[in-house]
């Protein structure tokens, strides 16, 4: 998990941000947004059980992402205000 650190240097409450920076491997990454899952199906019981599932997914993925965060277990990397990584080799 990396962290996307960066500041404005306006030196404000506000001019630091850090967010998670998200890198999606493979087009069945759950979605830590819970309100983005849709669920789809043949019948209205196909498309609850999908939401269900790929519901309960994305929770597991957002628990794993709150154990990395507890156990200090990130990358900072710093980042444009586009966040665009700054320094990238």
């Given at each position: 998990?990396?962290?996307?650190i960066?500041?404005d240097?306006?030196?404000?409450?506000?001019?630091?941000?850090?967010?998670?920076?998200?890198?999606?491997?493979?087009?069945?990454?759950?979605?830590?947004?819970?309100?983005?899952?849709?669920?789809?199906?043949?019948?209205?019981?196909?498309?609850?059980?999908?939401?269900?599932?790929d519901f309960k997914?994305?929770?597991?993925?957002?628990?794993?992402?709150?154990?990395?965060?507890?156990?200090?277990?990130?990358?900072?990397?710093?980042?444009?205000?586009?966040?665009?990584?700054?320094?990238?080799?």
């Amino acid at each position: 998990m990396k962290l996307a650190i960066h500041d404005d240097g306006k030196g404000k409450s506000e001019s630091w941000e850090v967010s998670l920076k998200v890198e999606l491997d493979d087009y069945d990454t759950p979605t830590v947004n819970l309100l983005s899952i849709t669920g789809y199906g043949e019948t209205k019981q196909e498309a609850i059980d999908e939401f269900k599932k790929d519901f309960k997914a994305s929770v597991e993925h957002a628990l794993k992402l709150v154990e990395s965060l507890d156990a200090n277990n990130f990358e900072e990397i710093m980042v444009d205000c586009f966040g665009n990584e700054l320094n990238k080799g």
